[in-house]
């Protein structure tokens, strides 16, 4: 049976790595019916939008997608491609595990993280109060009246929105997850100490489905205590869950603790579709270059294939990842000793090598 996937290679350095990833998985002997669909800067210039409705649409047929980064334009008016997705989509899980294997230069061994971040509210939702406006001085009134506290007008304000149904799926998405894997434990991260209402509701919703789990221990940890936790100990955590953006600190500070961008894969996944694509972005310097380092998106096609079901293919692929990793040999520049390491390979030749090493297993 062959899988129907629709395939945005993005933009930037997005197309090298795209290229080199649907080498790999075809290699594994699953069969894909890629759909392509583009995005990204290219499109902006032809339709006017980084992100067609027919990516939309197409995703909404095939329901799963493999996406390369999207540059996000900067300037007043382009919200980001990516954010746009995840929100059409419902994505509400972005899934972010961060990993060591042999050979990756980290200053840390045998970590293995499953980062679980919200991915639709918190201060994402992008209701916010400019300086100078009406919105804001009628937004301070409001504030004076109900809670006696008059802020400054001197000032702009952002709405940090957390909700009791989107705490309560992202929590049992986690939980779930754990189950599945055979994972140990889960850990809800929050500022509940500061943020009462907002971080305090997150922390009570979290143990409350912590109840339906009884067969996974769960704990909670205020945020800047995780942070250096997970910088002296990250060995003693396994599933953590975030909402949006400590999510997205901490998914990064985790990336930096297995061996950097280059390595590190995601998934945003909600209760109907999933777009697989790599941490980093479109590192345009880079772009045509055939440099950079395409296996945060080949784990993102691992995460992938697993989601298929296809999980004999699934850790084949990751296996033959891991031994180029370990090997050292034909890896791009950030996996070199130094940057400039003459012997870095090209994109298109990690490729090579991860076929080499799936043909030969
Ligand atoms: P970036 O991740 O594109 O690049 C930062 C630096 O990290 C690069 O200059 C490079 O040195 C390194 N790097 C990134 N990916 C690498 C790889 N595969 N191999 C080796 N080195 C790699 O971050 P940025 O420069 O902040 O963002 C560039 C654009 O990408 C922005 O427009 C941003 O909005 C967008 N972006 C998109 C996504 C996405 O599509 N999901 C995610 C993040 C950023």
């Known amino acids: 049976m062959s899988h129907v996937v629709t395939l945005i290679p993005g933009d930037g350095t997005g197309p090298e790595i795209t290229e080199a990833t649907c080498r790999v998985l075809d290699a594994t002997g699953v069969q894909f019916d890629w759909q392509v669909c583009h995005a990204g800067v290219e499109t902006l210039g032809k339709f006017g939008t980084v992100l067609p409705d027919e990516v939309i ?28 997705l995840r929100k059409k ?53 409001t504030i004076a009246r109900t809670t006696g506290t008059r802020l400054s007008t001197d000032a702009a304000i952002s709405i940090k929105f957390i909700s009791v149904m989107a705490s309560r799926r992202i929590v049992k998405f986690a939980f779930d ?68 953006l400590y999510g997205d600190i901490i998914s990064d500070l985790s990336a930096g603790l297995i061996g950097g961008l280059g390595v590190a894969p995601g998934a945003n996944i909600g209760s109907q579709y999933a777009v697989f694509e790599p941490v980093h972005g479109s590192a345009p310097k880079y772009a045509g270059q055939n440099k950079v380092n395409p296996m945060a998106m080949m784990f993102s096609g691992v995460l992938m294939l697993r989601y298929l079901g296809e999980k004999d293919a699934a850790n084949r692929l990751e296996k033959a990842i891991a031994q180029v990793i370990a090997e050292g040999k034909c890896v791009t520049y950030d996996l070199k000793p130094r940057p400039d390491d003459p012997t870095a390979v090209k994109t298109s030749q990690v490729a090579d090598a991860v076929i080499e090493k799936l043909h030969k297993a």
């Open 177 to 244: 997850y754990a189950r599945a894997r055979g994972r140990r434990k889960v850990t809800a991260i929050h500022k509940s100490n500061i943020m009462k209402c907002s971080d305090g509701l997150f922390l009570a919703t979290a143990q409350e489905v912590a109840k339906e789990y009884p067969d996974i221990q769960f704990e909670d940890r205020i945020v800047d205590n995780m942070c250096m936790q997970l910088v002296q100990r990250p060995e003693l955590y396994d599933v953590l869950v975030l909402p949006n």
């Open 89 to 141: 989509l419902d994505l509400y899980a972005n899934l972010r595990p961060a990993k060591t294997y042999q050979g990756l230069r980290s200053r840390y061994e045998h970590i293995d993280l499953i980062i679980v971040r919200e991915n639709t509210e918190d201060l994402y939702v992008g209701v916010e109060f400019q300086r100078g406006t009406p919105e804001l001085e009628e937004m301070v009134e």
């Open 57 to 84: 649409e197409s995703i909404k047929r095939t329901k799963v997608a493999l996406k390369g980064p999207i540059t996000t334009p900067v300037g007043k008016g382009f919200r980001s491609a990516n954010v746009t």
